[in-house]
Protein backbone atom coordinates (compact mmCIF):
# COMPACT_ATOMS: atom_id res chain seq x y z
CA UNK A 1 0.00 0.00 0.00
CA UNK A 2 1.28 3.12 -1.45
CA UNK A 3 1.33 5.97 1.75
CA UNK A 4 0.70 9.37 1.77
CA UNK A 5 4.79 11.09 2.15
CA UNK A 6 5.04 8.33 -0.95
CA UNK A 7 2.44 10.02 -3.19
CA UNK A 8 3.61 13.38 -2.07
CA UNK A 9 7.34 12.16 -3.55
CA UNK A 10 6.08 10.74 -6.47
CA UNK A 11 4.23 13.74 -7.03
CA UNK A 12 7.06 16.59 -6.72
CA UNK A 13 9.23 14.19 -8.53
CA UNK A 14 7.25 14.43 -11.66
CA UNK A 15 6.02 18.54 -11.00
CA UNK A 16 9.69 19.52 -10.61
CA UNK A 17 11.02 17.91 -13.83
CA UNK A 18 8.15 19.84 -15.86
CA UNK A 19 8.56 23.08 -14.07
CA UNK A 20 12.43 22.94 -14.87
CA UNK A 21 11.81 22.62 -18.15
CA UNK A 22 8.93 25.03 -18.33
CA UNK A 23 11.31 27.73 -17.16
CA UNK A 24 14.28 27.34 -19.29
CA UNK A 25 12.63 25.95 -23.03
CA UNK A 26 12.44 29.07 -25.52
CA UNK A 27 8.64 28.28 -26.14
CA UNK A 28 7.37 28.53 -22.92
CA UNK A 29 9.84 30.67 -20.49
CA UNK A 30 8.08 34.04 -21.20
CA UNK A 31 4.84 32.40 -19.62
CA UNK A 32 6.84 31.61 -16.15
CA UNK A 33 6.41 35.40 -14.25
CA UNK A 34 2.25 35.24 -14.70
CA UNK A 35 2.54 31.60 -13.28
CA UNK A 36 4.16 33.04 -10.43
CA UNK A 37 2.03 35.38 -9.75
CA UNK A 38 -0.73 33.09 -9.97
CA UNK A 39 0.88 30.47 -7.93
CA UNK A 40 2.05 32.69 -5.08
CA UNK A 41 -2.02 33.89 -5.48
CA UNK A 42 -3.33 30.54 -5.21
CA UNK A 43 -0.52 29.47 -2.21
CA UNK A 44 -2.02 32.57 -0.26
CA UNK A 45 -5.39 31.11 -1.00
CA UNK A 46 -4.78 28.25 0.04
CA UNK A 47 -3.41 29.10 3.12
CA UNK A 48 -6.01 31.12 4.29
CA UNK A 49 -8.88 29.05 3.02
CA UNK A 50 -7.91 24.98 3.10
CA UNK A 51 -4.83 25.43 5.35
CA UNK A 52 -6.07 21.48 6.83
CA UNK A 53 -4.95 20.20 3.44
CA UNK A 54 -1.69 20.31 3.77
CA UNK A 55 -1.06 18.46 0.76
CA UNK A 56 -2.79 21.10 -1.60
CA UNK A 57 -1.07 23.72 0.52
CA UNK A 58 2.40 21.91 -0.26
CA UNK A 59 2.20 21.38 -3.92
CA UNK A 60 0.83 25.02 -4.46
CA UNK A 61 3.98 26.41 -2.47
CA UNK A 62 6.41 24.29 -3.92
CA UNK A 63 5.51 25.41 -7.46
CA UNK A 64 5.58 28.75 -6.82
CA UNK A 65 8.86 28.67 -5.41
CA UNK A 66 10.22 26.67 -8.25
CA UNK A 67 8.89 28.62 -10.60
CA UNK A 68 10.15 31.92 -8.79
CA UNK A 69 13.76 30.41 -8.71
CA UNK A 70 13.18 29.41 -12.67
CA UNK A 71 12.00 33.03 -13.30
CA UNK A 72 14.94 34.38 -11.94
CA UNK A 73 17.68 31.98 -13.24
CA UNK A 74 18.11 28.60 -10.97
CA UNK A 75 21.55 28.79 -10.52
CA UNK A 76 21.70 32.63 -10.17
CA UNK A 77 18.31 32.87 -8.36
CA UNK A 78 18.34 35.37 -5.30
CA UNK A 79 15.65 32.70 -4.44
CA UNK A 80 17.82 29.92 -4.86
CA UNK A 81 17.86 29.21 -1.08
CA UNK A 82 14.51 29.17 -0.62
CA UNK A 83 14.94 25.38 -2.26
CA UNK A 84 17.11 24.74 0.91
CA UNK A 85 14.44 25.58 3.24
CA UNK A 86 11.58 23.95 0.87
CA UNK A 87 13.49 20.55 1.61
CA UNK A 88 13.70 20.90 5.03
CA UNK A 89 10.22 21.45 5.35
CA UNK A 90 9.00 18.69 3.56
CA UNK A 91 11.25 16.38 5.97
CA UNK A 92 9.12 17.46 8.50
CA UNK A 93 5.73 17.71 6.80
CA UNK A 94 5.95 14.41 5.40
CA UNK A 95 9.58 12.03 5.60
CA UNK A 96 12.76 12.63 5.28
CA UNK A 97 12.57 10.73 2.03
CA UNK A 98 10.09 12.79 0.21
CA UNK A 99 12.99 15.87 0.83
CA UNK A 100 15.47 13.03 -0.58
CA UNK A 101 13.53 11.97 -3.56
CA UNK A 102 12.79 16.27 -4.65
CA UNK A 103 16.32 16.65 -3.75
CA UNK A 104 17.88 13.85 -6.08
CA UNK A 105 15.62 14.72 -9.24
CA UNK A 106 16.73 18.02 -8.71
CA UNK A 107 20.35 17.17 -8.45
CA UNK A 108 19.65 14.72 -11.85
CA UNK A 109 18.58 17.93 -13.60
CA UNK A 110 21.34 20.71 -12.49
CA UNK A 111 23.97 17.91 -13.00
CA UNK A 112 23.77 18.33 -17.10
CA UNK A 113 24.75 21.61 -16.83
CA UNK A 114 27.96 21.44 -14.36
CA UNK A 115 30.54 23.04 -16.24
CA UNK A 116 28.44 25.37 -18.38
CA UNK A 117 29.21 28.28 -16.34
CA UNK A 118 32.30 27.70 -13.88
CA UNK A 119 33.05 24.08 -12.81
CA UNK A 120 33.75 24.86 -9.35
CA UNK A 121 30.95 27.15 -8.47
CA UNK A 122 28.46 24.53 -10.02
CA UNK A 123 30.60 21.54 -7.87
CA UNK A 124 29.46 23.74 -5.01
CA UNK A 125 26.01 24.00 -5.19
CA UNK A 126 25.58 20.16 -6.27
CA UNK A 127 27.37 19.58 -2.70
CA UNK A 128 25.62 21.76 -1.25
CA UNK A 129 22.30 20.44 -2.38
CA UNK A 130 23.53 16.87 -1.71
CA UNK A 131 24.31 17.65 1.56
CA UNK A 132 20.59 18.88 2.64
CA UNK A 133 19.58 15.27 2.55
CA UNK A 134 21.76 14.23 6.02
CA UNK A 135 20.83 17.47 7.02
CA UNK A 136 16.97 17.02 6.92
CA UNK A 137 17.47 13.47 8.50
CA UNK A 138 19.52 15.17 11.43
CA UNK A 139 17.16 17.98 11.98
CA UNK A 140 13.92 16.02 12.23
CA UNK A 141 15.53 13.74 14.23
CA UNK A 142 16.64 16.02 16.70
CA UNK A 143 13.32 17.94 16.75
CA UNK A 144 11.64 14.82 17.14
CA UNK A 145 13.62 13.77 19.98
CA UNK A 146 13.56 17.10 22.10
CA UNK A 147 9.86 17.23 21.71
CA UNK A 148 9.85 13.58 23.02
CA UNK A 149 12.08 14.36 25.70
CA UNK A 150 9.86 17.71 26.79
CA UNK A 151 6.78 14.73 26.81
CA UNK A 152 5.10 16.60 23.92
CA UNK A 153 4.92 14.24 21.53
CA UNK A 154 5.45 10.21 21.87
CA UNK A 155 7.98 8.50 19.14
CA UNK A 156 6.36 5.13 18.20
CA UNK A 157 9.35 3.64 17.04
CA UNK A 158 12.43 4.22 15.85
CA UNK A 159 13.35 4.50 11.89
CA UNK A 160 16.33 3.04 10.75
CA UNK A 161 16.29 -0.36 13.31
CA UNK A 162 17.57 -3.72 12.35
CA UNK A 163 15.51 -6.45 13.83
CA UNK A 164 15.85 -10.07 14.05
CA UNK A 165 12.55 -11.11 13.33
CA UNK A 166 8.79 -9.95 12.41
CA UNK A 167 8.11 -9.99 16.46
CA UNK A 168 10.35 -7.81 17.26
CA UNK A 169 9.85 -5.39 14.55
CA UNK A 170 6.21 -5.17 15.60
CA UNK A 171 7.29 -5.14 19.44
CA UNK A 172 9.83 -1.72 18.31
CA UNK A 173 6.47 -0.13 18.47
CA UNK A 174 5.67 1.64 21.92
CA UNK A 175 2.53 1.33 22.05
CA UNK A 176 1.64 -2.32 20.65
CA UNK A 177 4.35 -3.71 23.17
CA UNK A 178 2.42 -1.62 26.01
CA UNK A 179 -0.50 -3.54 24.41
CA UNK A 180 0.73 -6.95 24.27
CA UNK A 181 2.25 -6.47 28.12
CA UNK A 182 -0.43 -5.42 29.17
CA UNK A 183 -3.06 -8.14 27.73
CA UNK A 184 -0.96 -11.27 29.01
CA UNK A 185 -2.55 -9.97 33.00
CA UNK A 186 -5.88 -9.11 31.93
CA UNK A 187 -6.26 -12.27 29.92
CA UNK A 188 -5.23 -14.43 32.81
CA UNK A 189 -7.78 -12.29 35.07
CA UNK A 190 -10.44 -13.11 32.68
CA UNK A 191 -9.31 -17.26 32.84
CA UNK A 192 -9.50 -16.80 36.60
CA UNK A 193 -13.00 -15.16 36.75
CA UNK A 194 -14.10 -18.39 34.79
CA UNK A 195 -12.27 -20.71 37.09
CA UNK A 196 -14.08 -19.41 39.97
CA UNK A 197 -17.42 -19.96 38.47
CA UNK A 198 -16.96 -23.44 39.31
CA UNK A 199 -14.54 -23.20 42.12
CA UNK A 200 -16.44 -24.23 45.49
CA UNK A 201 -14.31 -24.19 48.09
CA UNK A 202 -13.31 -21.39 50.31
CA UNK A 203 -9.47 -22.28 50.14
CA UNK A 204 -9.20 -22.34 46.19
CA UNK A 205 -11.62 -18.76 46.21
CA UNK A 206 -9.57 -16.77 48.66
CA UNK A 207 -6.48 -18.64 45.97
CA UNK A 208 -7.80 -16.98 42.84
CA UNK A 209 -9.35 -13.58 44.31
CA UNK A 210 -5.40 -12.64 45.63
CA UNK A 211 -4.26 -13.99 41.99
CA UNK A 212 -6.76 -11.41 40.78
CA UNK A 213 -5.65 -8.66 43.04
CA UNK A 214 -1.88 -9.11 41.91
CA UNK A 215 -2.96 -9.36 38.01
CA UNK A 216 -4.89 -6.25 38.46
CA UNK A 217 -1.95 -4.53 40.53
CA UNK A 218 0.77 -5.64 37.62
CA UNK A 219 -2.17 -4.04 35.38
CA UNK A 220 -1.98 -1.02 36.80
CA UNK A 221 1.54 -0.95 37.03
CA UNK A 222 2.08 -1.02 33.96
CA UNK A 223 -0.37 1.45 32.94
CA UNK A 224 0.55 3.69 35.23
CA UNK A 225 4.73 3.57 33.75
CA UNK A 226 3.39 3.76 30.44
CA UNK A 227 1.44 6.91 31.41
CA UNK A 228 4.52 8.23 33.47
CA UNK A 229 6.98 7.88 30.22
CA UNK A 230 4.50 9.05 27.72
CA UNK A 231 3.12 12.12 29.63
CA UNK A 232 6.64 13.19 32.28
CA UNK A 233 4.04 13.05 34.81
CA UNK A 234 4.58 11.45 38.44
CA UNK A 235 1.41 9.69 39.31
CA UNK A 236 0.38 8.70 42.23
CA UNK A 237 -0.33 5.16 43.09
CA UNK A 238 -3.77 4.45 44.63
CA UNK A 239 -3.29 2.52 47.64
CA UNK A 240 -4.81 -1.02 47.87
CA UNK A 241 -7.66 -2.14 50.67
Do not use: C
Not at 103 to 128: E, R, Y
Amino acid sequence: MITKHQWVGFGLAIITPVIYIFTIHSATKQYSFPLVIFFLILSISAYLFRRNNIILLTYTVTVFILLLVGTTGWYFSPFFNWIYLLAIALAFLFHPNVSTLFIIVLLALFLPNVGSIDTVLDMLLLMSLAAIIPLTYFLRNEYLRLKENEKKILVLEQEKAHFKDTLEEVLANKVTKFAVDLREPVNDIKQLAYFNKNTKTAKDIESSRKKIIDLAEKSLDLLKTFEEKTTGKKLVKTPSR
